[in-house]
């Protein structure tokens, strides 16, 4: 099965901006991968932020979005905040069978 | 409001079954994907299978093909992850989670002896 690539870690300065990406081994990611973000908090449920691209949920911060970069996926936070230290995962989607990455750690320092 | 919640989790012998169930409200079900993820202990997220909407297709991560099947029972607006041959490795936090994002709180599966 495909291999989804991130980041294994990123540091971003409270306000900053930082972008994650998320690609596939089998080539550039499309739309047609589906992309999804998702951020876990230790111990907690993964909580879904992106999906299909770029839709966002009614409880995604409006700093958060998605979109395709240079033939992968991007999740862009824009004004990072201490709460959004998080491990972040995307998901794509290969004809049905489904990927995850092996998540980034982010870090807000 | 969108509500998932898993059962059916435990601790099982290595050999053993367990049948995982997940319900879901709020949505209108039959239109949607439905997905079984797990997380081992300090892990990452690993999908493991899913179930299109009529159910006439259904994937699996190779490690647990022709071990595990999934179902869904749209009349219950209900899935399940039927567990069989169960190994070590199979020890995780199992989630449900749908198309479009929404997960329940997930269900712990022990493998050990």
């Known amino acids: 099965q495909a291999v989804v690539t991130q980041e294994p870690s990123l540091t971003v300065s409270p306000g900053g901006t930082v972008t994650l990406t998320c690609g596939s081994g089998?080539?550039?990611?499309?739309?047609?991968?589906?992309p999804y973000w998702f951020q876990q908090m230790p111990g907690q449920v993964p909580r879904t932020l992106i999906y299909?691209?770029?839709n966002k949920h009614s409880w995604t911060p409006a700093r958060f979005s998605g979109s395709l970069l240079g033939g992968k996926a991007a999740l862009t936070l824009s004004g990072a905040q201490p709460e959004d230290e998080a491990e972040y995962y995307c998901?794509?989607?290969?004809?049905?069978?489904?990927?995850f990455g092996g998540g980034t750690k982010l870090t807000v320092l | 409001e969108v509500q998932v919640v898993e059962s059916g989790g435990g601790l099982v012998q290595p050999g053993g079954s367990l049948r995982l169930s997940c319900a879901v409200s709020?949505?209108?079900?039959?239109?949607?994907?439905m997905n079984w993820v797990r997380q081992a202990p300090g892990k990452g997220l690993e999908w493991v299978a899913n179930?299109?909407?009529?159910?006439?297709?259904?994937y699996y991560v190779d490690s647990v093909k022709g071990r595990f099947t999934i179902s869904r029972d749209d009349a219950k607006y209900s899935v399940y992850l039927q567990m069989n041959n169960l190994r070590a490795e199979d020890t995780a936090v199992y989630y449900c989670?749908?198309?479009?994002?929404?997960w329940g709180q997930g269900t712990l599966v022990t493998v050990s002896s």
């Open positions: 089998t080539g550039g990611v499309t739309s047609g991968h589906y």
């Open positions: 709020g949505l209108s079900f039959s239109n949607y994907w």
């Open positions: 998901l794509l989607v290969y004809s049905g069978v489904v990927v």
């Open positions: 989670m749908t198309g479009g994002g929404y």
């Open positions: 299909d691209t770029g």
């Open positions: 179930i299109k909407p009529d159910g006439s297709q259904k």
